[in-house]
């Protein structure tokens, strides 16, 4: 029973002690934050796109958190950009950092691919693009038809992939607003020093560690 009680206090002590660090002190560390001046909130196309996000599943195979080199030396030779800071997230709720990569990290695909042509054809048939690709197709979100309307947005499709029939693709609401969702993900934009001083580099060096060891040699 005398032991029990140290004991007790010491495993309080570090659920406590873990508490304040993990959550307590982050926490209070973003409440102040402010998003990049390059950084603009999302539309209300882009935020209705970002919830198709969501339900279909994006999130299951494609992240959207760049890495640094201290982390991984592939991110930014595959032209990912940049790896992320807390400032990219800031209009995000919920974060969708994701933690699988069946498919590319998509943080920053409004600036690498920045056709709505492209990601259209890409939503409906991904083999039209690469006949290698393993993403599932979504043609739920677009509807044929005999003759496309002034307003609709025709999908372009290589001929093998076109209706038989001689019907045309358009793109319902849904993939437009999709679409403009992904097109919005660009944080290429050079990040602060403030913003780099809050992320996790991996093993690189931070500034102050690299001018400690270099005054040590």
């Given at each position: 029973m005398n032991k029990l009680l140290p004991l007790l206090i010491g495993a309080i002590g570090v659920l406590l002690l873990a508490t304040l660090m993990i959550v307590i002190l982050p926490a209070w560390q973003m409440r102040t934050a402010e998003p990049p001046e390059q950084l603009e909130p999302y539309t209300d196309q882009?935020?209705?796109?970002?919830?198709?996000?969501?339900?279909?599943?994006?999130?299951?195979?494609?992240?959207?958190?760049?890495r640094?080199?201290?982390?991984?030396?592939?991110?930014?030779?595959?032209?990912?950009g940049r790896a992320s800071t807390p400032g990219d997230y800031f209009y995000d709720a919920p974060h969708l950092l994701g933690t699988m990569r069946?498919?590319?990290?998509?943080?920053?695909?409004?600036?690498?691919?920045?056709?709505?042509?492209w990601h259209l054809t890409h939503l409906y048939q991904p083999r039209a693009i690469f006949d290698w690709s393993i993403m599932p197709s979504y043609p739920y979100m677009f509807e044929e038809k005999d003759e496309a309307s002034p307003n609709d947005v025709v999908v372009r499709l290589p001929a093998e992939f076109q209706p038989a029939d001689g019907k045309v693709v358009v793109a319902r609401k849904e993939a437009l607003n999709l679409v403009d969702?992904?097109?919005?993900?660009?944080?290429?934009y050079?990040?602060?020093?403030?913003?780099?001083?809050?992320?996790?580099?991996?093993?690189?060096?931070?500034?102050?560690?690299?001018?400690?060891?270099?005054?040590?040699?």
């Open positions: 882009q935020v209705l796109g970002r919830r198709q996000y969501v339900a279909n599943g994006c999130v299951y195979c494609h992240s959207q958190q760049p640094s080199t201290g982390q991984t030396l592939f991110d930014g030779a595959r032209g990912w069946t498919g590319p990290d998509l943080l920053n695909i409004g600036a690498r691919i920045t056709s709505r042509d969702y992904l097109l919005s993900l660009d944080r290429t050079p990040a602060s020093e403030e913003e780099l001083q809050k992320r996790d580099r991996g093993y690189e060096d931070r500034p102050e560690t690299a001018e400690v060891a270099a005054n040590a040699r």
